[in-house]
């Protein structure tokens, strides 16, 4: 694997701690600063929806680019961003800083994940995709505790610089690690060819299930502290260590699925998102039961993680014309999933349901995404035998075509 591929997950890994570091920082935050804890949780949110709008916008800004350099230019933003944030007056100046935050880190995922793939060979890119996508798992196992204690002893501004400087290690390595230039021929691209390559419902189809998939596991995440310490019981104190829990079996899925991304996608998928349904179902009904309710966090981490490598690189073999703008806009269905999720959670809570309702909307949206998964799979045979017999038709044998996962003949130089 490329060194810079790595270079890329510790620039996901730097952003991404940002992204989910709040959590541990509201208390301190909304002292500071003489707001209410709902009010600080915008900022949460505000990020959000940065990065849904961020990733396509900022994909067509940056397409003509070359990538290097709109790797730097997004992090440049992103750490200037910050020490605004860390040296910000009042709440507006903060809000305002998380939504640029979110749009420069929307834009650095979607091209890098592009330049991930783009630097490995084709029975490599699912690996590459998990190495990028695997940087935001170490952000929530390591990187969030880290900002969480660093703000406990020195403020929660003490954080922001932390990730500023980080991120600034990162935009270092990236300007000596990732190749420059503007690439191939083959590699140019226009805003008119990428938006023509993504008109394929096999590709919407993929952001759906991105989107249901992604909420099943954040939707139960979000609201875990509270289910833990209210319904299962267990004081406060076991909340970090569970949560590392949930990350460890979210990293071991990553490493799972990004070996399996490109010989079985479509089963990793199915497999993934039905245990998902089937564990969070299972809380839901046994959240009280401690040593269960220690076992299914784990396992949901692991069915959780586990998609993620494919449902990040499918989308390049379902439409390899769009190679920067079909990232960007995955990136905008799993934050569609990362914020409506938790409203659908917080809505069943609100009407007084409980904290183990949330693990019912979790197991509700992994259906969906299994039913989403099994309709691909569905498509995905029905095209390859028309697809194989135009490939026998041509003669088969040594000049055999490979059929990408839509079932049809993939062409030269195709992801």
């Known amino acids: 694997m ?8 510790l620039g996901i890994f730097t952003q991404g701690t940002s992204e989910f570091m709040l959590s541990g920082l509201l208390p301190n935050l909304s ?22 709008v961020g990733a396509p916008l900022l994909a067509v800004a940056t397409l003509k680019w070359p990538r290097r350099t709109a790797l730097v230019a997004l992090q440049a933003v992103f750490i200037a961003a910050h020490i605004v944030g860390a040296l910000a007056p009042g709440y507006g100046v903060l809000f305002a800083t998380r939504v640029i935050s979110a749009l420069a880190y929307a834009g650095f995922w979607g091209v890098a994940v592009a330049t991930a793939v783009a630097l490995v060979p084709a029975n490599a890119k699912g690996k590459a995709v998990a190495v990028v996508a695997g940087g935001l798992t170490l952000a929530t196992i390591v990187g969030v505790p880290a900002g969480t204690v660093l703000s406990q002893f020195a403020g929660w501004r003490a954080a922001f610089w932390g990730v500023a400087v980080l991120t600034l290690v990162s935009l270092a390595c990236s300007v000596f690690a990732i190749p420059g230039g503007k690439g191939s021929a083959d590699e140019a691209r226009t805003v008119r ?21 992604f909420g099943a596991v954040i939707v139960t995440f979000s609201y875990l502290a509270s289910l833990l310490t209210d319904v299962t019981g267990l004081a406060e104190g076991w909340v970090p260590v569970l949560l590392a829990l949930f990350g460890v079996g979210g990293l071991l899925g990553m490493v799972i699925g990004g070996r399996t991304a490109e010989a079985y996608p479509i089963r990793t998928l199915a497999l993934g998102t039905g245990v998902l349904a089937v564990a969070s179902a299972l809380l839901a009904v046994l959240a009280e039961n401690t040593v269960v309710t220690v ?15 494919i449902l990040q690189s499918r989308v390049f073999v379902v439409a390899p014309g769009a190679p920067t703008l079909v990232g960007a806009t995955n990136t905008s269905a799993f934050n569609v999933g990362n914020t409506l999720a938790p409203a659908l959670g917080g809505m069943t809570i609100s009407a007084g349901f409980g904290f183990e309702s949330v693990a019912w909307v979790g197991a509700a949206l992994a259906a969906a995404g299994l039913l989403g998964t099994l309709w691909a799979g569905h498509l995905q045979y029905r095209n390859r035998p028309a697809a194989e017999g135009a490939v026998v038709a041509s003669g088969g044998g040594a000049g055999r075509k490979e059929l990408d996962q839509d079932g049809q ?7």
């Not at 490329?2 to 997950?9: H, K, N, Q, S």
Request: no cysteine; glycine share 10%; charged share 10%.
């Open 2 to 9: 490329p060194l810079a591929v790595y270079i890329l997950g």
């Open 31 to 52: 002292d500071d600063l003489g707001v209410s804890i709902p009010d600080a949780g915008l900022l949460i949110s505000a990020f959000a929806i940065g990065m849904v």
């Open 193 to 213: 060819a990428e938006l023509r390559a993504m008109a394929r419902p096999q590709l919407w189809l993929s952001y759906a299930v991105t989107a249901f998939s």
């Open 295 to 309: 076992a299914l966090i784990f396992v949901l981490g692991l069915a959780g993680y586990v998609t993620n490598p």
């Open 409 to 415: 003949p993939a062409r030269a130089g195709r992801a």
